[in-house]
């Protein structure tokens, strides 16, 4: 039998089966290339962002005994230190931490005295204006104050705070009654792991720097990424840090924050160091034409943190401050109508708190409420209506985070109003019975003593 020949449609079919092979190979070929270009650029990219930031040991050759020791014993600590500016500055670790036997809080060690954590006072040796300035802030006693009160602080420490500018207004007194209500087992890792910013220390000094400034590397990257300030800026009370992630500051960070130069010098930082603004660039960095500050209300223009916010001492020399700040990125008509609605709403949620207050004004005249703070469900919802969501709504708003001033603010507000009003209509017709105060005792709240269950009627025996 003889082979028959294919058919041209055959041979035209196999001719496109082969160049489609062809074509698909090459395109494979083209995205494995695209990818290692990529991939290349990124790593290019990568070194060039960390061109100038070599991590230098400067402790790798040091004798110095505590390093020798503690090489051994807290390698990790060593580590952290010979990286930091203040080794490379030639600071050992007898600068900071040695003590006369006779210092307060001073306790022996290897031959000498140390202070196991430097104070304020051992920071104020080389850094005088930081000090001073950390002194008239929020985050210095009056952080404390606002977590145990006034009783038991010294006469001098009194002075102190009432001359800071800050401590005008005074810190509300549920804040004092929660950290005694919930104890010391509680407290030592709630709120003391914050408001300790502010705690005196034994040698009259105030404060703890290392709460923001970490040990021992005391990097300027560390201090001035949002993330430190999230370890207290964050949850229902004051979400600063969930704000800033949704905020147009806090993506331009989270897009390009690694090409930005962390590790510039202080008080020399502008837009070519730093396209958007972090918490530390906003309150307290250099930038532009307003200088370094540590102090952190002083470009704050209201109360924020109040029930009913009420404006800043020289809230206009603030106001300046700030908007220089914001001027480096943005022109003077959106600083301004920004600033302008902003001021609105705080009027708007003044009004939500002064209605609250309104509403429970009878229930304190007729003596319908306990005297004590939190032992009744009304004393949680009118809380939490301005301590949680009036102070979220206005921090949202003041940071351009547009769910927490809504959904996490005004609306939650606007809720507990709602539910603040059913609670007074029955207490005040007797639906909802008064209760009897909490006792507290030794700054744990002792709960209310449980009611006997009657005891069932014998049943009658049967005839």
């Known amino acids: 039998m003889t082979e028959q020949p294919q058919s041209t449609a055959s041979n035209g079919w196999r001719s496109w089966i082969t160049a489609g092979r062809v074509l698909i190979i090459g395109l494979v070929g083209v995205i494995i290339v695209l990818g290692l270009i990529l991939i290349i650029t990124a790593v290019e990219e990568a070194d060039k962002a960390a061109e100038g930031r070599e991590r230098v040991d400067a402790l790798a050759n040091s004798d110095d005994s505590c390093v020798q020791c503690h090489r051994r014993t807290t390698p990790g600590i060593v580590q952290q230190y010979g990286f930091s500016t203040m080794a490379a500055a030639n600071v050992a670790c007898v600068d900071c931490h040695e003590v006369d036997s006779n210092y307060a809080g001073a306790v022996e060690h290897e031959g000498t005295y140390v202070l196991a954590s430097p104070t304020t006072a051992m920071c104020e040796t080389c850094h005088q204006k930081e000090v001073r300035e950390f002194y008239a802030s929020r985050h210095s006693i009056p952080a404390y104050v606002a977590m145990v009160g006034l009783e038991g602080i010294s006469e001098d420490l009194l002075a102190r705070y009432e001359a800071i500018p800050e401590a005008a207004v005074k810190p509300n007194e549920m804040r004092n009654s929660l950290h005694a209500i919930e104890g010391p087992a509680v407290t030592r890792f709630a709120c003391e792991s914050c408001h300790n910013i502010?705690?005196?220390?034994?040698?009259?000094?105030?404060?703890?720097?290392?709460?923001?400034?970490?040990?021992?590397?005391?990097?300027?990257?560390?201090?001035?990424?949002?993330?430190?300030?999230?370890?207290?800026?964050?949850?229902?009370?004051?979400?600063?840090?969930?704000?800033?992630?949704?905020s147009p500051h806090g993506i331009a960070y989270h897009t390009g924050g690694e090409y930005w130069n962390w590790d510039a010098e202080a008080g020399t930082l502008t837009v070519e160091d730093f396209p958007a603004p972090t918490c530390a660039i906003c309150h307290m960095s250099g930038f532009g034409s307003t200088g370094t500050t540590h102090d952190i209300g002083d470009r704050l223009t209201w109360y924020l943190f109040q029930p009913i916010s009420e404006r800043r001492p020289s809230w206009q020399d603030n106001l300046v401050r700030m908007q220089n700040v914001c001027l480096e990125c943005h022109n003077t008509n959106f600083i301004e109508g920004f600033y302008a609605d902003f001021d609105d709403l705080v009027g708007a949620i003044n009004n939500w708190v002064e209605v609250s207050d309104e509403m429970i004004a009878p229930l304190k005249e007729q003596g319908l409420m306990s005297p004590e703070p939190f032992d009744e469900p009304i004393d949680f919802v009118y809380f939490e209506l301005w301590h949680h969501w009036g102070r979220t709504a206005k921090f949202g708003a003041s940071m351009q985070g547009p769910d927490y001033t809504q959904w996490h603010g005004a609306y939650e507000m606007l809720k507990e109003l709602e539910e603040l009003e059913e609670l007074v209509n029955g207490k005040l017709s007797g639906e909802i019975p008064a209760v009897s105060p909490r006792v507290v005792n030794d700054g744990v709240a002792s709960p209310p003593p449980l009611e006997e269950a009657p005891e069932e009627a014998e049943a009658p025996a049967s005839e």
Request: glycine share 8%; net charge negative; aromatic share 6%.
């Open 198 to 246: 502010g705690k005196p220390a034994e040698d009259g000094s105030i404060g703890q720097c290392q709460k923001c400034h970490l040990r021992h590397e005391f990097s300027l990257e560390q201090v001035r990424k949002p993330e430190t300030c999230n370890a207290c800026h964050i949850g229902p009370d004051h979400p600063q840090w969930e704000i800033y992630v949704e």
